[in-house]
């Protein structure tokens, strides 16, 4: 096990499987028990048992349970500077995004973060609208594929874009490609952690990783390029 008093930070943009690296690296240095987390079909592992979208940190830094000192946390700066300001000192990853990963990215913000009941709001949508788009309704982005296309395509696609430029990896401690984290790579995403942060994943946590990944393969085959 790894010194439990070193925080660890995921850095990533929006969209880039944040939590689910958080959380396989809580398994690792925490022992936390996967078997609490679900994974929905579109790939969305943020419900950790409360039964309610939980954010990287409702359920490290500030979780409720005491007894346990959990030390993985997600951010989605462009810099290490501004992550310093918050977490001095932490070993920081980032999840390092290249322009074949960008659609996929932009893919699952849109059906994860952003149909999230407390993303997709009115103010939101009205802030984004297009012309031809329906009325609002809490399930537009699951219901109108006009909504979504644009979403991914336009909005979503731009923001990974311009996150993945105003970000310099070597700032970072380290470096995690998408592709390996998605399970994309030649590269298995066990060993990638193992290695990187002296821990040794059981097998639940290879588990989790290949129904995660499968998961996302799946339902986003249409985006991998």
Same mark, same amino acid.
């Given at each position: 096990m790894q010194d439990n008093s070193q925080q660890y930070v995921i850095n990533h943009p929006t969209g880039a499987s944040g939590t689910f690296l958080e959380l396989v690296l809580l398994s690792g240095l925490q022992g936390f028990d996967l078997d609490n987390v679900y994974i929905s079909p579109e790939g969305n592992c943020h419900d950790i048992g409360f039964g309610k979208w939980q954010s990287g940190n409702n359920f490290s830094f500030l979780m409720s349970d005491k007894s346990k000192k959990f030390t993985v946390g997600?951010?989605? $700066?462009?810099?290490?500077?501004?992550?310093?300001? $918050?977490?001095?000192?932490?070993?920081?990853?980032l999840i390092n995004c290249k322009p074949d990963d960008f659609l996929l990215v932009s893919a699952q913000k849109t059906f994860k973060a952003d149909s999230n009941p407390e993303s997709w709001t009115e103010t939101a949508y009205n802030n984004l609208r297009g012309n031809d788009w329906p009325e609002y309704s809490l399930t537009n982005i699951r219901d109108s594929e006009i909504i979504a296309n644009e979403m991914i395509s336009l909005h979503n696609l731009n923001y990974v874009k311009e996150w993945v430029t105003a970000t310099d990896p070597t700032e970072f401690d380290v470096v995690i490609d998408f592709a390996t984290v998605i399970g994309l790579s030649d590269k298995r995403l066990v060993d990638v952690v193992n290695k990187n942060f002296f821990v040794d994943l059981n097998t639940q946590a290879v588990k989790f990783i290949e129904k995660y990944q499968h998961y996302n393969q799946t339902y986003y085959k249409k985006y991998i390029q």
């Open positions: 997600t951010t989605h $700066f462009t810099n290490r500077n501004d992550i310093e300001k $918050f977490y001095s000192g932490s070993c920081v990853t």
